[in-house]
């Protein structure tokens, strides 16, 4: 009979099981009929002594069940056919049906099973009762036993004359029997375990069940012929094959329930350690507790074992316990082998929850950000993959909103203050940002100052931006310094036909633009933004592929203020700067020169500036005794020099190579940078060695950054210019003059030589002279020229040093 009860069962399980069950029903009614009509009435005498004979026999036989299918147990066989075999020898068969169904009923029903397993075992017992009359029916074996007496025996469904037919007819029945049990169990099983019918049949326990429930069978033959045919004590020699195919049984239930939990573990620790989450582990771990236990009664539950059962803890991690609990066998020596077997497949789920919970702490790494804690780019572009088909599906695309958020001056808080005060300014941001953004929203760090934000259903995009861009406005306080981080937003919505990596690279676009423009600031995504952005792309692999040649150096002369009578006339030249054009070649179309203005900073993204900046050193180191020869007198040349540039490890021995060469030829050599680098502790070293090597360093575009008289007395600076955005207004705002004015003064005090860009007019000319300012450059004097066109300009009179 099948032990085939599974939880959450399939409705086709359910409507077959009921369809057996109905089936047995329909049985017992018609028994019960047929025995209150039988002829002469209801023969309830001979009905009790089929109860007392049988039902102790069905006990008996049913304690010792052949397990067909080794893996799981799914289907049974029970030897009570001996029992109907022999009630149908015995009694008439109005009497032996109704014995039968009140012998099969009970017995069934009080097994430790659950009650589904119980009611559809009972109901193919039932069963078996019409199949045998049907088969014996079939054979023509019915009849009144002929026994010594006044009269006739009683009508029988096997008249026991002791003829062949007669035991043909009974093995048939019994063998037919025995297909119904195993075939109804079996499609049973294969319904609720979603298994082949072929897998469930086909096994080599099927053969040698089917051998023993024939033997058991004609033993309840023999017993209706003793008790007709011979004296009632011959009964007695009955209990020995009974007693051996008993014993036989149970041995072979032994060594195969040996086999069984032994395939049953190794499968079990090969399935369990194939899922990889806690949820399909546990759903498993159920499935193979019922395997190796032999029971579908056995259950994984929060709950421990109760009375009746046996239960061993599993370890699930997270501080969860769960029981593997199986029913509590009356056999010792069972009960001991559960047990052993439920702690063999605890240590096989205990290893693998940890297994899970190991990968689900990685795959957590994996997913969020370990500064933060917020998600990262993986998780974030998950969550934004899912709403976006939910806001396909829902027809509400243009309410799914990505922010790009970057930091604006997160680099400068990191060269200044080191990596920890920038992870503490990340995790503020990324709290002010959680806290601002709630209901829905997605917020995650994607690597460096860069988060990304997502709202699937946004429709107040412009207040969205505002508040986000408070939420950016950072101040915090680090070693005594206020400092003030604010945040550029690029926006983008989705739009039909729109993927994960479209939608991001969009915002991203929107981003660089709002950086482009100002700062602090939103911009939303629009179609030439990204054409803009290809192009600059474009400019970029036109860089990477330019030769050292494309890069040309054009000079601008820097003249003494302090030497001549007024800022424009007779202004002697003292230096020259060296500024970088590139002759950029565009399919065979040679463009013209193009300014630093509109490639350096994409040469900085793209790590291209070094191969430049190498190509200015050399260029100038060769123009030098040319620029020299043109002068006759020693000159100052400045090269820009990129902060990209200064990490460089090799940097310092190119310029000291170039200094010798310049040095050589009667010029000096000056690096110009901007004022971030004096910021940054890891430069002091490099600062220290760039001064070791002869060259003069100057700070450019001072005012413009972090400007600090601190840094000024402490890094080997010898100058700095004045950035032009100053310059350009001292002639008609008094802001911007005193701003100057105070420039040059805290220059003269730091004994630095200070040089004013931008000077256009002579106006800002005698102002930037009557301040004290002593050099200036600008197109008032001369416009940047080549080596080839410098040389009229070099024919001023000597001036005296750059520095002071």
């Not at 009972?122 to 054979?139: H, T, W």
């Not at 573990?265 to 507790?289: I, M, N, S, V, W």
């Not at 990685?362 to 709403?387: I, K, S």
């Not at 350096?600 to 260029?619: H, K, N, P, W, Y």
């Amino acid at each position: 009979m099948s032990a085939g009860v599974r939880e959450r069962r399939r409705v086709a399980s359910v409507l077959f099981d009921g369809a057996v069950t109905l089936a047995a029903l329909a049985t017992v009614v018609t028994a019960v009929v047929f025995f209150l009509r039988a002829d002469g009435g209801p023969a309830w005498g001979e009905l009790v002594f089929c109860l007392v004979v049988g039902f102790p026999l069905m006990q008996l036989l049913t304690r010792f069940p052949f397990a067909i299918n080794t893996k799981h147990a799914g289907v049974e066989v029970q030897f009570d056919v001996g029992v109907l075999a022999f009630l149908l020898c015995f009694m008439p068969p109005t009497s032996a049906a109704l014995a039968w169904c009140l012998c099969v009923v009970p017995t069934n029903l009080l097994q430790r099973r659950s009650w589904v397993s119980r009611t559809f075992n009972a109901g193919i017992g039932v069963l078996f009762l019409p199949i045998a009359l049907v088969v014996l029916d079939a054979f023509g074996v019915a009849g009144r036993v002929d026994v010594p007496g006044p009269d006739d025996g009683p009508y029988l469904a096997v008249a026991l004359r002791a003829a062949p037919d007669e035991v043909v007819a009974v093995f048939a029945a019994v063998l037919a029997v025995f297909v119904l049990d195993v075939l109804v169990s079996a499609v049973s099983v294969a319904i609720q375990e979603h298994t082949s019918l072929r897998r469930e049949l086909l096994h080599a326990g099927t053969w040698l069940a089917g051998g023993t429930s024939v033997a058991v069978g004609g033993l309840g033959y023999l017993g209706g012929l003793v008790y007709y045919r011979l004296e009632s004590w011959v009964a007695l020699l009955l209990v020995i094959p009974m007693v051996v195919t008993m014993v036989a049984t149970r041995a072979m239930r032994q060594t195969r329930d040996v086999a069984r939990r032994s395939e049953a573990l190794f499968e079990a620790a090969t399935a369990l350690h194939t899922q990889g989450r806690r949820a399909d582990l546990a759903r498993a771990l159920q499935k193979h507790a019922r395997m190796v236990a032999g029971t579908p009664a056995a259950m994984v539950r929060s709950v421990g074992p109760g009375e009746d059962e046996i239960g061993v803890p599993v370890v699930a991690g997270d501080g969860v316990v769960l029981y593997i609990t199986a029913p509590r066998r009356r056999d010792p020596n069972q009960r001991a082998s559960d047990e052993k077997a439920l702690e063999a497949l605890a240590s096989v789920g205990e290893a693998a929850f940890f297994r899970v919970s190991a990968s689900e702490e990685m795959h957590g790494l994996a997913r969020r950000d370990v500064v933060t804690g917020l998600p990262n780019r993986l998780q974030f572009a998950e969550h934004l993959a899912t709403e976006l088909e939910r806001a396909r599906d829902g027809q509400r695309l243009d309410r799914l909103v990505v922010l790009y958020l970057d930091l604006d001056g997160f680099k400068g808080v990191n060269d200044r203050f080191g990596h920890e005060a920038g992870d503490e300014l990340l995790r503020l941001v990324g709290a002010r940002l959680r806290d601002t953004l709630r209901g829905g929203s997605t917020v995650a760090r994607l690597g460096g100052d860069e988060f990304a934000v997502l709202l699937p259903d946004c429709l107040d995009v412009e207040g969205l931006c505002r508040r986000v861009l408070v939420a950016l406005r950072v101040e915090v306080r680090m070693r005594g310094h206020v400092l003030r981080v604010q945040g550029s937003i690029g926006l983008s919505r989705a739009r039909p036909g729109d993927d994960v990596g479209t939608l991001l690279r969009n915002a991203d676009t929107a981003m660089y633009r709002a950086k482009a423009t100002g700062k602090n600031r939103w911009v939303e995504f629009r179609p030439e933004l990204l054409e803009e952005e290809i192009a600059r792309l474009q400019v970029i692999e036109d860089l990477q592929q330019a030769p050292a040649e494309a890069f040309v150096v054009h000079y601008q002369p820097i003249v003494d203020l302090q030497h001549t009578g007024s800022g424009a006339v007779g202004a002697p030249v003292v230096g020259l700067e060296a500024l970088v054009r590139w002759r950029r070649d565009r399919g065979g179309a040679v463009e013209p020169l193009v300014g630093p203005d509109e490639f350096i900073g994409l040469a900085e993204r793209s790590g291209t500036v070094v191969g430049i900046g190498d190509s200015v050193l050399r260029q100038v180191a060769r123009d030098a005794p040319q620029i020299q020869r043109h002068a006759g007198r020693r000159l100052d040349l400045m090269v820009n020099v990129s902060p990209v540039q200064l990490r460089h490890p090799d940097f310092t021995e190119r310029v000291a190579s170039a200094v010798r060469l310049t040095a050589a030829s009667g010029c000096r050599l000056h690096l110009e940078m901007t004022e971030s680098v004096m910021i940054d502790d890891d430069t002091v070293d490099r600062l220290r060695d760039l001064a070791e090597t002869g060259a003069q360093l100057t700070i450019d575009d001072f005012g413009t950054g972090f400007s600090s008289l601190g840094y000024l007395r402490h890094r080997p600076f010898s100058s700095f210019k004045i950035d032009r955005s100053f310059v350009r207004d001292i002639a008609t705002e008094p802001t911007a003059r005193a701003l100057v004015e105070g420039m040059v003064k805290m220059g003269q005090a730091l004994g630095l030589t200070i040089v004013a860009e931008g000077v256009e007019h002579v106006e800002q000319a005698e102002i930037l002279r009557e301040m004290g300012c002593h050099l200036a450059q600008g197109h008032l004097y001369c416009r940047p020229l080549s080596v080839e066109d410098i040389a009229e300009v070099l024919s001023a009179p000597l001036a005296p040093k750059l520095t002071a």
